[in-house]
T-cell receptor, first 117, second 114 residues
Framework: AQSVTQLDSQVPVFEEAPVELRCNYS??????LFWYVQYPNQGLQLLLK??????LVKGINGFEAEFNKSQTSFHLRKPSVHISDTAEYFC???????????????FGKGTKLSVKP | EAQVTQNPRYLITVTGKKLTVTCSQN?????MSWYRQDPGLGLRQIYY???????DKGDVPEGYKVSRKEKRNFPLILESPSPNQTSLYFC?????????????FGPGTRLTVT
């Protein structure tokens, strides 16, 4: 069974500072990896995804993430955050096994990013 | 506009009174899913559907029912709601049933059961 661990439940940072949101996963099979963002009172939207190829993935709004297979991690980074990045961020995995649960996402518990002026 | 819609957005009800939360997508997606979001627990999958008339349980299906009679609609039914089903519910859809596909989320339904 897969699982996703987001190591920080809350991350406060000042505007224009860099940020890293950490995500580790465990799985007995190869996985696809995703980061979703949830702005206040809204649904989730996709930030970026890793399917294959380059381990550095660039997403929307200046975010990027690096897949590290040996450390089973998929940390999200942004070099300079804005007030508008205040949101909750979810890491998720989906396995490559095309069985009955194909397409199902397993989510982490989320990290609340709070950007202060 | 391509979107997933949910109704109602907010609902307060009493224990035992049957309710239905509707979900509709206009993107001709095969895959649809329901999640509940609780503080500190993230999103947990309730039920999913890979196509019309094909549904299956997710991680927390107890107390819920679903149906998929049409491709665009995937209603969530609570036959006898209880206070522990107070939560924020999201419907999502995806173009295909492979794990590579992005899921598109609705705006959420906040349910309170007293």
């Amino acid at each position: 069974a897969q699982s996703v661990t987001q190591l920080d439940s809350q991350v406060p940072v000042f505007e224009e500072a860099p940020v890293e949101l950490r995500c580790n996963y465990s799985s007995s099979v190869s996985v696809y990896l995703f980061w979703y963002v949830q702005y206040p009172n809204q649904g989730l939207q996709l930030l970026l995804k890793y399917l294959s190829g380059s381990t550095l993935v660039k997403g929307i709004n200046g975010f990027e993430a690096e897949f590290n297979k040996s450390q089973t991690s998929f940390h999200l980074r942004k070099p300079s955050v804005h007030i508008s990045d205040t949101a909750e961020y979810f890491c998720a995995v989906s396995d490559m096994n095309y069985g009955g649960s194909q397409g199902n996402l397993i989510f982490g518990k989320g990290t609340k990013l709070s950007v202060k002026p | 506009e391509a979107q997933v819609t949910q109704n109602p957005r907010y609902l307060i009800t009493v224990t035992g009174k049957k309710l239905t939360v509707t979900c509709s997508q206009n993107m001709n997606h095969e895959y649809m899913s329901w999640y509940r979001q609780d503080p500190g627990l993230g999103l947990r999958q309730i039920y999913y559907s890979m196509n019309v008339e094909v549904t299956d349980k997710g991680d927390v299906p107890e107390g819920y029912k679903v149906s998929r009679k049409e491709k665009r609609n995937f209603p969530l039914i609570l036959e006898s709601p209880s206070p522990n089903q107070t939560s924020l519910y999201f419907c999502a859809s995806s173009p295909g049933t492979g794990g590579t596909y992005e899921q598109y989320f609705g705006p959420g339904t906040r349910l309170t059961v007293t």
